[in-house]
């Protein structure tokens, strides 16, 4: 069976022109800085960013924990929200790799944390309590509906960190999600942070690979922290070239799937037993790739139908889609490269089968 998969953005496959750029890409060992490919790619997303470098790295997961090592060390302390990936999706890294020590904040819906929340978590100079190091951002924020950090909020959260000498990473593995949405450059969302990792293999549709940009001096130590995770690889021109062709070819093209998650929200509002879960207003309004729903068994006679049980009757309809959070009625679905509008219609008629006949 041929499936429509809404599980996440990192699903999609090459398209024959980036395997095409792929298979032509120049390569040298990367580790001797010989890759001219990686080289470039690295030169083409720091200019991006407005960064002074850049450096490629396997996941986002690795960009993430790179950046950590890079900023702070053992006993150190980092503040996030409740919702980051970082905190719940990256293994423990930040405590089990870095030593750093997580203070989590609750993540309001819209992905923020109050400022005023931050700035009293930060600990004073005090031989009982760790170094406040650094302050982690997710944009757009996957757990909080694909929601928009605004530039006014992320330059405020930079000027309290830098007044308090503390760093800033922001988690941007949709960040260009967060720029098409808002119309800006990405570079306006990353002007306070000092450093940001960005995802090639989510919305932008490449196989493999994020980057990590800061100072020179602040992607020189990365480098070795790279090395130190087993991150440092030989000819990864081939997949290097794969992030060339997305920035290329596929940043504008998500507000495509921009639209297709609002098409997706609008058909979801009118099946009786499922309801739209995007932000604190209670309004099913999505703003980037992400659409988080609930569904109500009872209301259509079948309270056996949650989130797991609505999952698997999708899979049997040929539509993949998880259940996805803390509460078992959540399920989330998120478009990309790989669906069509033609396919959110059909995804929305499998859907309206599935309840109904839960009823
Ligand atoms: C917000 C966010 N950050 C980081 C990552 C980690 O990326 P990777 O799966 O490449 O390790 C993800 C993955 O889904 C993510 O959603």
């Known amino acids: 069976m041929e499936f429509l998969d809404f599980r996440s953005d990192t699903v999609t496959k090459p398209t024959p022109g980036m395997r095409k750029a792929m298979a032509q ?3 040298g ?6 890759d001219p490919t990686v080289n470039r790619l690295q030169r083409i997303a720091a200019e991006l960013l407005e960064k002074e470098a850049c450096l490629f790295v396997p996941s986002g997961t690795m960009g993430n924990i790179v950046a950590i090592l890079t900023h702070g060390g053992r006993g150190d302390e980092m503040i996030l929200g409740d919702l980051a990936h ?6 423990g890294a930040a405590a089990g790799l870095a030593g750093m020590h997580p203070h989590i ?3 309001r819906p819209d992905g923020t944390i109050p400022i005023s929340a931050i700035e009293r978590a930060i600990r004073p100079n005090n031989v009982h309590v760790p170094h406040t190091r650094l302050i982690c951002l997710e944009n757009t924020h996957n757990r909080c509906g694909g929601s928009v950090l605004s530039p ?3 330059d405020a959260v930079g000027e309290l960190a830098h007044s308090h000498g503390i760093s800033v990473h922001l988690d941007g593995a949709r960040l260009l999600n967060a ?6 450059s990405p570079s306006i969302l990353t002007r306070s942070a000092d450093s940001v990792m960005l995802c090639l293999s989510k919305g932008l549709g490449a196989p493999v690979g ?3 940009c800061g100072t020179q001096k602040f992607i020189a130590k990365a480098k070795r922290m790279r090395k130190m995770v087993g991150g440092g690889m030989r000819q990864a021109g081939i997949i ?3 992030g060339i062709y997305a920035f290329e070819h596929n940043i504008e093209r998500l507000e495509i799937d921009h639209a297709n998650a609002s098409r997706l929200v609008a058909g979801i509002k009118t099946i009786p037993g499922l309801a739209c879960k995007a932000d604190d207003r209670n309004e099913p309004s999505v703003q980037t790739n992400m659409v988080y729903f609930t569904v109500n068994g009872s209301a259509v006679g079948d309270p056996t139908l949650n989130a797991a049980e609505l999952s698997k009757r999708l899979r049997a309809q040929g539509v993949l889609a998880n259940p996805l959070g803390s509460d078992p009625n959540q399920m989330r679905m998120v478009t990309h490269l790989d669906v069509s509008q033609e396919d959110i219609d059909t995804a929305l008629s499998v859907l309206a089968r599935v309840v109904r006949a839960a009823a």
């Open 25 to 27: 890409a120049k390569v």
């Open 29 to 34: 060992d990367d580790v001797y800085d010989e």
């Open 86 to 91: 970082t905190f719940l999706y990256e293994g």
């Open 105 to 107: 904040l609750t993540n």
């Open 152 to 154: 006014d909020y992320c």
């Open 179 to 184: 720029a098409i949405y808002l119309s800006v």
């Open 210 to 212: 994020s980057i990590l």
């Open 240 to 242: 290097a070239a794969a």
